[in-house]
């Protein structure tokens, strides 16, 4: 792998998390899962009845940022090691 290929793990890892994030997001009772748009908008275009799956739609956010989050870290972590080893 070389400089420019490892350069790219922590937006990988970002992505990564991001994804596995979304994927195991809370469930809403007798719906499933919110649709990605309501999700990343945070429920704000629900309204009427749908009004009571923004919580829901909060934390299945809140799921996918702190997946990105610690996918980041783990990108740049694994970055750090690999940099290093080329060094060497």
């Known amino acids: 792998m070389d400089q420019k290929q490892i ?3 922590p937006l990988a890892g970002t992505l990564i998390g ?5 994927l195991l997001r809370p469930e809403a009772p007798q719906i499933g899962q919110l649709p ?5 908008t945070r429920g704000a275009d629900l309204s ?3 009004e009571m799956l ?3 739609a909060e934390a299945s956010f809140n799921y996918t940022v702190a997946g990105a ?4 870290i783990i990108g ?4 750090w090691v ?5 060094k060497k």
């Open 36 to 40: 990605f748009g309501v999700v990343m």
């Open 48 to 50: 009427g009845l749908d």
């Open 7 to 9: 350069t790219q793990l």
């Open 82 to 86: 690999m940099s290093n080893k080329m």
């Open 76 to 79: 740049t972590i694994v970055f």
């Open 69 to 72: 989050i610690i996918g980041a």
């Open 18 to 22: 991001a994804l596995i994030a979304y």
């Open 54 to 56: 923004i919580p829901i």
